[in-house]
């Protein structure tokens, strides 16, 4: 059974510092991109970051740039966010995605609430 949860939100003020996980079991870690989308009332779901199977490319949204940074342990099956100088625009419902293009697979976590205000 295809797993991903995750975990790390909660409220924080403007400025602070964020790391959510996404685990993942029944299906090969390594072999799949991951991602991390966000999507706040009232907008649509977005993507936030990426990484390839083995990490070493990577993507942002600009509007992140330079302030989040997505990693993964292939050993631990485990991708995460790490979201530094938070904004209350960052408020939203973060989300992991696993994907394999060739074979036509896309899995998704159920969110995580991160909350920036003072």
């Known amino acids: 059974q295809v797993q991903l949860v995750e975990s790390g939100g909660g409220l924080v003020q403007p400025g602070g510092s964020l790391r959510l996980s996404c685990a993942a079991s029944g299906f090969t870690f390594s072999e799949y991109r991951m991602s991390w989308y966000r999507q706040a009332p009232g907008k649509e779901r977005e993507l936030v970051a990426y990484s390839t199977s083995t990490g070493v490319n990577t993507n942002y949204a600009d509007s992140v740039k330079g302030r989040f940074t997505i990693s993964r342990d292939n050993a631990k099956s485990t991708v995460y966010l790490q979201m530094n100088s938070l904004k209350p625009d960052d408020t939203a419902v973060y989300y992991c995605?696993?994907?394999?293009?060739?074979?036509?697979?896309?899995?998704w976590g159920q969110g995580t609430q991160v909350t920036v205000s003072s």
């Open positions: 995605k696993a994907d394999r293009p060739a074979l036509w697979r896309v899995y």
